[in-house]
């Protein structure tokens, strides 16, 4: 069974940062392309980061240059490391492969940003 059990979350203010961690048990995250995805209120749930098996790192157009994503294989682990948030990235984060499977979202974390 697997699980992704995400962290970090929190509320801050504009133009903080926030580092967000995810950590896998029943999947070999060295396997598979590891992405974030957030959904907003009211709003469906989209992509914003990928890093592939390879190391490539993949970011939507309205994250660009604030978010860095990485991975660590050995600990089955993927964070974000966000800068400079803004208000319009309030949220709840979640990671998950790429493409998503619906069995393995998790509780995701909150984000908030007041600005």
């Known amino acids: 069974q697997v699980q992704l059990v995400e962290s970090g979350g929190g509320l801050v203010q504009a133009g903080e940062s926030l580092r967000l961690s995810c950590k896998g048990s029943?999947?070999?995250?060295?396997?598979?392309?590891m992405s974030w995805y957030r959904q907003a209120p009211g709003k469906q749930r989209e992509l914003v980061a990928t890093i592939t098996r390879g190391g490539r790192r993949i970011y939507a157009e309205s994250v660009k240059g604030r978010f860095t994503i990485s991975r660590d294989n050995a600990k089955n682990t993927v964070s974000v490391q966000i800068y400079s948030l803004k208000p319009e990235d309030t949220a709840v984060y979640y990671c998950n492969i790429n493409p998503p499977r619906s069995d393995y979202w998790g509780q995701g974390t909150q984000v908030t940003v007041s600005s």
């Open positions: 029943g999947i070999i995250f060295v396997l598979n392309d």
